[in-house]
């Protein structure tokens, strides 16, 4: 099967730090890859790298055949494909949990305004916080804002959803909720690159995993295999501290 | 009721209403420099929040030169310059273009803050949904921004509202000016002055009020 998201040789720096050292990874229609690593080892700006967020100075990203990298490419047009959710989830704070995510499909879709909220509530509903439409997001929980983020993202119909360590800032009472949202988006054949820390996800949910040290893949292949049986010492160091 | 009650028996129904034509000028003038200010402000702002550093050199250089110019100077020294190059043109004009760049001047630091007060992560989560810089900047940043900074703003509006008085140094009867001239004629300085002071506080209360009550309202 043909990748939709390839990565091939990235390199990325911000100035003088080189943060992507010649990242190759592979993503397959359906499949979730969970990408896990020390904090500073490049998760996050490989995946702002996917979406063209941050530009790289070597290499070739392509999602689904467009070289993401390429100057003529419509990185607006293309960022409809893929949804992104983070850390801090960067609800807008001036508008309503419906607003928040009716706001996108109506200006960048130009959707009507009562279609767009109509593709808004039904993605509130999905991801279970269909009851506060017209709540503020500062009157929301940080598990319900980080499920707001996602509803936000899937209005879009995007094809690819990225999360960047989206349970990391959550209480850890909270982080079920949101793990099981994003489990069932895997469930319905989402095709997923998640950032994550939690190690019970990466091994249950994802197909695949990759481990970042210093800015390149160190280890990777299926998840449970690569989890349970780590061949690099990094790694194993890391599954170690994590458990 | 009648206004001018016993306590300004001196002052004649003709020289209130002189004042009350100067107040419209100063409301006229304040206006048209906050409105002018506020555009040419928002833009120089953003010059300063996202220009490169050639830019925001320039920029900010430009509008050290008009914060650090005493207002009065700066009108007096502009009304000149253009009756010197064989431009006059009336008070009203040479008043207005040195406010409004004065304003425009005090409102770019307001609108940067403003611009630089929305947290990046929101900004990349709508560049993400596939908003352009300009729908970023229309649906994000300017609604969050302009919520962090109104209240600056207000005061920015009601500094110029008041320094406007300024303007009397080149000759423009607003209120102040036309105060000066009622005392001269009818030596009833303090009534006069304390009319000018009402006058002044009912044009700047309502702004004021009107600036709590949208602040209110983004609040919830
Ligand atoms: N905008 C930026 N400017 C400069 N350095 C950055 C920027 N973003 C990230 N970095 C640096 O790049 C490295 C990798 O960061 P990041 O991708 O956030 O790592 P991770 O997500 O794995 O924790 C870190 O050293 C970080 O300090
Ligand atoms: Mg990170």
């Keep these: 099967m043909a990748a939709v998201i390839e990565l091939k040789n990235v390199r990325k720096s911000f100035g003088d730090l080189e943060v992507l050292k010649g990242i190759d990874l592979k993503v397959e229609n359906g499949e979730v890859l969970s990408v896990i690593g020390a904090s500073g080892s490049g998760k996050s700006t490989m995946l702002y790298c996917i979406n063209g967020l941050e530009p790289i100075q070597d290499g070739t990203i392509t999602v689904e055949g467009t070289v993401v990298n390429d100057k003529s490419t419509n990185l607006n047009k293309l960022r409809q494909k893929i949804g992104m959710v983070f850390q801090q989830w960067n609800s807008f704070p001036h508008l309503t949990a419906l607003e928040n995510v009716a706001l996108a499909p109506r200006v960048v879709k130009g959707l009507s305004r009562s279609a767009a909220k109509e593709i808004a509530a039904k993605q509130l509903a999905h991801v279970g916080i269909g009851d506060k439409l017209d709540v503020y997001p500062g009157a929301l929980s940080g598990g319900q804002q980080q499920r707001l983020a996602i509803a936000r993202a899937l209005a879009m119909e995007p094809s690819y959803m990225l999360f960047d360590e989206a349970t990391s800032a959550l209480d850890p009472e909270l982080v079920g909720e949101v793990l099981d949202t994003m489990r069932m988006l895997a469930s319905e054949g989402m095709t997923m690159i998640v950032v994550t820390h939690e190690m019970g996800f990466a091994r249950d949910v994802s197909d695949k995993v990759a481990f970042f040290h210093e800015g390149k893949v160190e280890e990777t292949g299926p998840a449970k295999a690569v989890l349970s049986a780590p061949k690099s010492g990094h790694l194993q160091k890391f599954l170690a501290k994590v458990h | ?220």
């Design chain 2, 1 to 220: 009721m009648d206004p001018a009650g016993n306590a300004f028996t001196d002052l004649s129904w003709v020289d209130l209403l002189f004042l009350g034509e100067a107040a419209i000028r100063t409301l006229q003038i304040s206006a048209v420099s906050i409105f002018v200010g506020t555009v040419l402000g928002i833009i120089l702002g953003w010059m300063l929040a996202a220009g490169n550093i050639v830019v925001r050199l320039l920029v900010n250089s430009l509008l050290d030169v008009f914060r650090s110019v005493p207002l009065i100077i700066q009108l007096i020294l502009f009304d000149s310059f253009v009756s010197i190059a064989g431009f006059p043109m009336p008070a009203f004009w040479s008043g207005t273009i040195v406010l409004s760049v004065y304003t425009a001047a005090l409102v770019a630091m307001v609108a940067r803050a403003g611009i630089e007060a929305v947290e990046p992560g929101l900004r990349r989560a709508a560049r993400s949904l596939g908003m352009g810089y300009w729908q970023d900047m229309r649906y994000v940043v300017w609604p969050v921004g302009i919520r962090a900074v109104f209240p600056s703003w207000i005061g920015v509006a009601l500094s110029v509202l008041k320094d406007s008085a300024l303007v009397s140094a080149i000759g423009y009867i607003e209120l102040l000016r036309a105060s000066q001239i009622l005392t001269t004629k009818t030596q009833e300085s303090f009534k006069i002055m304390l009319l000018v002071g009402l006058f002044y506080f009912l044009m700047s209360y309502p702004i004021s009020k009107a600036g709590d009550f949208i602040e209110k309202k983004w609040q919830q």
